[in-house]
Each structure stands twice: as structure tokens, then as C-alpha cells.
């Protein structure tokens, strides 16, 4: 095991730090944690690099969480033929922090194209032991019946109404309290998100993880990485000293976005490498009933549909904060409170689509990043139909009105007739309000290396010693939720740069 | 912390906020309390230099639109009558081009941070507030 403290923070960064280690592993999101503790497992020496801080006590209130634990302050969007809002969290942990924690393996014909679209066959239950071991480690299960709340309840006997697959949903917690606050980090740490469990299981096992190391470059020298080089961050936000990591096989988790731009800043340009940046672009519907719903009460996302998957369409029921969700009601001030005043009447339930007609592109212009995603008129249609069968789940639990957000129709509607509405109303890409949380794609697994920046084994064509294990891997949707998908690729690749290091140790 | 707004984006703030959040609505909470500026201003201060100028540079956008769209071009909408304050938001509420709408849509969402992470709307509205646990 390497030498010098397991956890490096920025109060402890008053000088360069240069480290050496077996495997270097970038970012700290579900991908990375589990590949480090996969590699750790394995007797590996790893550093694992996080340009956020360890975040140990959190904000309440949804402004000042996004400004300070997210990549440009939570405002982050795309261009192109819409501006799509994107959130990717920076701190111990990535998104897994403050995200809903739902774990879902990638559906049958999710696999099935990208093993006939893209040469990547996972369709015979090769990473079955992967997820049987993430979701023991990271305690995957299906929320608790007494932690539900009415949202998700309700979610359930709609969808049951309407004869449709629904069940609820599982997730990596332990002692969920049902207090909908998972955007806001869990207080109680009932989420067993990576900064909780995998991160302190890997430096038990001997990882060193530094916080506050932003990486700028890799170290590249004929057609090998050797490393990583960036600058740290100390506790007043000073970047105020230099990092260099050196290694012997380096493993990019910066997520979809950063890990194309990391990889382009330092001179990998080749096709595949930043293209294809992929969102599910999500809708959400509100819906007012007559009784009390208190919508933030239960788990965050307890229940979601089944029913549609293989159409693209997945169904949810959220919780985030009022603040989120109030941009739905009507700009008029005095209609505006009235309906801020019946919040405990309301419920919010969520829908996404596999986005496969839309694509974009991660592009840096010196420092900063530039991301275009055209939202193609394939998913505009779906997207409308997943607002219309959202609003006939609200009418089939018995609401009274809902708000479509969408632009042409009137800010409420009477649930009655609000399916029929939405589905009649001829919309385009602008008028309908969307926004994404998960990314993928933008460094594809591929067994073209014309097309794909890596082989299935997460390898970067082109420069030995470097993989990536990023959501940014994803050729297409996977179908579901990206995280467990993203955990189970990082620990099957985790385990093959363990042997291939060893090996090479072994080599003469 | 780096300062979040100058004076005169916080004005405009305000102006905004009172128009969004009258203090005769249902909730009887006016945007215009200190406590919604001060949020902003906190909110700014924490967002990184780049997005805290984007936003700063919006807050003026709206200032400065105000005196064209009315037809005076040193008219500010912060010295600018209720009545014509909320014609020139409605405007960019209901704007034409998307991208104006989606600019005003920004704003009006850290607005409704503030206001909605506000103690005393989020009681009156019945939403637990965790600020205090
Ligand atoms: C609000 C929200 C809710 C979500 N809910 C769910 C859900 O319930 N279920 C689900 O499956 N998915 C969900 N997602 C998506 C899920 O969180 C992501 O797909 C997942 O976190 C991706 O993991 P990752 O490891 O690929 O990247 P990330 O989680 O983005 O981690 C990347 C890490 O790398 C760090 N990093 C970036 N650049 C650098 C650099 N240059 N140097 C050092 N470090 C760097 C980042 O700070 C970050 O910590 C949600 C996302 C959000 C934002
Ligand atoms: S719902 Fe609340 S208690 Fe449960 S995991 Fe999320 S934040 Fe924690």
C-alpha cells in the first residue's frame, strides 16, 4: 500500500502533493468509489481523486445546495435547438450524494442494442455477478412500507387502476425516514450514497483519497497515460498548489461530461471522444387533489411504472422542494400564493424518456466547457405522451386539476379531460419545459474504434494504460435509472485493470 | 465568501420579487422583504465567479431592457410604477423568443428559491422547513 494519510482534505493542503500509486482513479461518483474499492479489494494501490470537498453537513434549502455543491453553481445548461438544464454535483461522492438512489439494472432490450447497435454484448448475464456484489455492498432494497407517504401510495393504486406494471422502487439506504429531502443530501444518512459506503470501505482497505484535487491534464507519453496532473483546492477555495499523480494504469470517473473534456484538454481528440453526449430528458406533472397528500412525506422516488419501458417511457413519483416545482403555477402573484397555499394538496410525479432521437456534444473552449444536445422531434412526441399518461394516472387516483407546464395549453388544467388535452396539442421541442439529471454516452464503449472511445472493458482506444468507467461508457439508455448500471460496469472494469496491473507486475 | 450582488442588482431583485410575490396574496409574505434580496444576494455569493457574473449580468439585462421597452431610454425599472413594471415582466414572461422566456424563467427560479425557502411562507404554506433542525 502506498505511503502518507488515507484522506487528504483542503485544509491540508498547504503544499504540492505528488503521490505514486498502482492506479490513479479520477472523480469520486458511483463509478469511481467502485472501482476504487473494486481495486482496493484486489490489493491494489489506489489514489482516488475528488475535485469537491467531503461534504459533512448540509444546507437547507435547494438555492444554496445547488450553488455550492454543483458544477457551475446548478445552473448548468446545454445549447442547441432547446437550453436543457443539467445538474452534476462535485463533492465526495458525485451525484450519489444527492440523488434519489434508485437502482435499477438495465432492462433486456436496453442490452440487446447495444449489443446489436454497438458490438457490446452484455445480453448473457456476464455482469450479473457485478450487480449481485454492488447491490449487496451498497444495500440496494425496495423502500419500507411505513416510509411510503401518500405520493408514493397513491402512485401505486393509480397505476394499478389502470391495469399498468408499477412497484416500488429499490434503492441504496439503510433506515430511510421518508423525509423526501434526498436533493438536499441525507441528514439522518439513512442514503448509502458512495461517501458513506464504498469510499470509506476502500480506504480501509488502503486507498488514499484526496478531496479538493482538481485534474486538469493527464500525463500521456507515447501512447501511454502515466498519470494525472491538476492543482489543489484549500479550504478558503484557493486553487493554491499543484498535484501530480503518477501510475501505473489511470481509471477517468469524472463523469460524462468532465472525463471527454479532461481527456480533450489533454490532446485525445479522436471521434467518439466527446460526441454522443446523451441525456433521458424528464417531465414533470403536478396534480391537485381534494384530500391532504403532504407531498413531502415518504421517500423521495418511492414507485415507479414498468409498464413502458420498452416503449422509452418511464413513469415516477418525485419530492424535491417547492422550490423546484412552484415554477409550475401561474407568474401572476396573487394566483401565484393561492396555489403556494395548496401544496398540501398536491402531489408531483415524474417522467422520462430514453432520449435515443437526441444527441449532443461535449466541446472546451480553453477552460470552459461547451455543451450542445438537440432534442429530436422523436422524443418531443414521446415526451407529450408521457405528460399525457402522467396526467391519466392523476385522474385515475382521483386529482382534480393538473398542471402541464406545457407552453400552448392553459397553467391548469381539469384532470378530467387534461390527457386528451396534452395529446391534442401540437407542440414542438420549446414547448415543452425539460430538463436532465442523467447524462451518459459522450465516451462510448464500442467494438468500432473508429466510432467508440473505448473497447468493452472500459479500455480508450489508442492509449494504453487509460479506461474509463463513467456513465459516459453508456453507447445508448440504458432503459433504467443510469447509477447501478454505471456501479456494475466500474467494478467488472475495476476487476480487469486489477489482474492486467498484476499481470504486468508479474511480467518480467 | 466573494460579495454576491451590487446595490443595483439587488434593487432590481427586489423589484422583481415584489411584483412576483405581492404582499397581498394569500400568503401575505411580500417579496419585497429584506429576507428574499438577502437570500439572492447569499445564493450569488456562493455560485462560481462565471455563473455569479452570468446572473449578475442578467439582473442588469432586465434593468437596462426597461427603459427601450418603454419607450424612455434612461427609464430604470427599479424607479419604474407598479403598473408598467408588471407590464415590461409580463413581457418577458410571455416573450415571443424562447430564449428570453427561458432567461426570465432563470431568474424567476432563483426567486422562487428564495422566496420559497423562506421560514415564514413555508409555514404558512404547511411545508416543514429544515433551516432549524
Ligand atoms: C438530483 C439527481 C438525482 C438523481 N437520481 C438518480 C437516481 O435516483 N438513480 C439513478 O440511477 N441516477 C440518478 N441520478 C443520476 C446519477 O446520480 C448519475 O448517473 C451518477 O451519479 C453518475 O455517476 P458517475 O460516477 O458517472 O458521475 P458523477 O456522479 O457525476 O461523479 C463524477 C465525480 O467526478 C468529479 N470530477 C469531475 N471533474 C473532475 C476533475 N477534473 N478532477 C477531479 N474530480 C472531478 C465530480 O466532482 C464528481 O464527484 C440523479 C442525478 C441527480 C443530479
Ligand atoms: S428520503 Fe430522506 S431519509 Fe430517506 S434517504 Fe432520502 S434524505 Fe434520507
Known sequence: MGEGPRLREPKDHVADLRLHCDVVVVGSGPAGAIAAWRLASAGVDVVLLEAGPWVRTFQPDVGRTLASSFWDGGVRVTRGNVLLPTLQARCLGGGSVYNSAICM????????????????????????????????LMGVKPVAPDVMGRRNELFLEAAKRLGWAAEVIQRNEEG?????????????????????????????????????????????????????????????????????????????????????????????RKP????????????????????????????????????????????????????????RFPVE???????????????????????????????????????????????????QETNALLA??????????????????????????????????????????????????????GADPAT?????????????DLYVVDTGLFPESPGVNPMLTAMALAHAIGGTVADRVASAARAP | MP?????????????????????????GVSGAADRVSVYVDDYAARLPTASRLQFRALLHAMDRGFGPWAGRPTARLTEARPKDVAA?????????????????????????????????????CGIPWLGDT
Open chain 1, 333 to 383: 402573484g396573487l394566483a401565484f400564493q393561492e396555489w403556494m397555499a395548496r401544496w398540501p394538496q398536491i402531489a408531483v410525479w415524474d417522467g422520462w424518456v430514453s432520449g435515443d432521437d437526441s444527441v449532443g456534444a461535449v466541446r472546451e473552449v480553453g477552460p470552459r466547457l461547451d455543451l450542445t444536445w438537440n432534442f429530436g422531434a422523436r422524443d418531443v412526441k414521446l415526451l
Open chain 1, 105 to 136: 439494472r438495465p432492462t433486456t432490450g436496453a442490452l440487446a442494442r447495444w449489443r446489436d447497435a454497438h458490438g457490446i454484448d452484455f445480453t448473457s448475464g456476464e455482469l450479473d455477478a457485478d450487480f449481485d456484489a454492488v447491490e449487496r
Open chain 1, 176 to 268: 430511510c425516514q421518508g423525509s423526501a429531502n434526498c436533493i438536499l443530501g441525507c441528514r439522518v444518512g439513512a442514503k448509502l450514497s458512495m461517501d458513506r459506503r464504498s469510499i470509506p470501505e476502500a480506504m480501509a482497505l488502503g486507498a488514499r483519497v484526496v478531496t479538493g484535487a482538481v485534474v486538469d491534464r493527464l500525463l500521456l507519453s507515447r501512447g501511454r497515460a502515466r498519470g494525472v496532473e491538476g492543482h489543489l483546492i484549500n479550504e478558503a477555495g484557493e486553487s493554491a498548489h499543484a498535484l501530480r499523480v503518477t501510475a501505473k494504469a489511470t481509471v477517468l470517473a469524472a463523469g460524462t461530461i468532465a472525463t471527454p473534456a479532461l481527456m480533450r484538454r489533454s490532446g485525445l
Open chain 1, 392 to 445: 391519466e394516472m392523476f385522474r385515475a387516483a382521483g386529482a382534480r386539476e393538473v398542471l402541464p407546464g406545457m407552453r400552448g395549453l392553459p397553467a391548469v388544467l381539469s384532470a378530467d379531460d387534461a390527457p386528451e388535452r396534452i395529446r391534442a396539442a401540437r407542440v414542438t421541442a420549446t414547448d415543452l419545459p425539460t430538463a436532465s439529471n442523467h447524462v451518459f454516452g459522450a465516451t462510448p464503449m
Open chain 2, 88 to 124: 415590461y415582466l409580463t413581457a418577458w414572461a410571455k416573450a415571443p423568443t424562447y430564449t428570453q422566456r427561458m432567461l426570465f424563467e432563470g431568474l424567476r427560479t432563483v426567486l422562487m428559491m428564495a422566496y420559497a425557502s423562506d421560514p415564514e411562507v413555508r409555514a404558512r
Open chain 1, 452 to 464: 467508440a472511445a473505448t473497447d468493452k472493458h472500459g479500455a480508450v482506444y489508442g492509449t494504453e
Open chain 1, 272 to 327: 467518439g471522444i466527446g460526441d454522443n453526449l446523451r441525456f433521458h430528458p424528464s417531465t414533470y406533472l403536478l396534480g391537485r387533489f381534494d384530500s391532504e397528500i403532504l407531498p413531502w412525506q415518504g421517500a423521495t422516488q418511492g414507485a415507479h411504472t414498468t409498464e413502458f419501458l420498452d416503449r422509452g417511457i418511464k413513469l415516477e413519483s418525485l419530492w424535491a422542494d417547492p422550490a423546484v416545482f412552484s415554477i
Open chain 2, 3 to 27: 460579495p454576491g450582488l451590487g446595490d443595483t442588482e439587488r434593487a432590481v431583485a427586489s423589484t422583481i420579487a415584489t411584483w412576483l410575490y405581492p404582499p397581498a396574496g394569500a400568503l
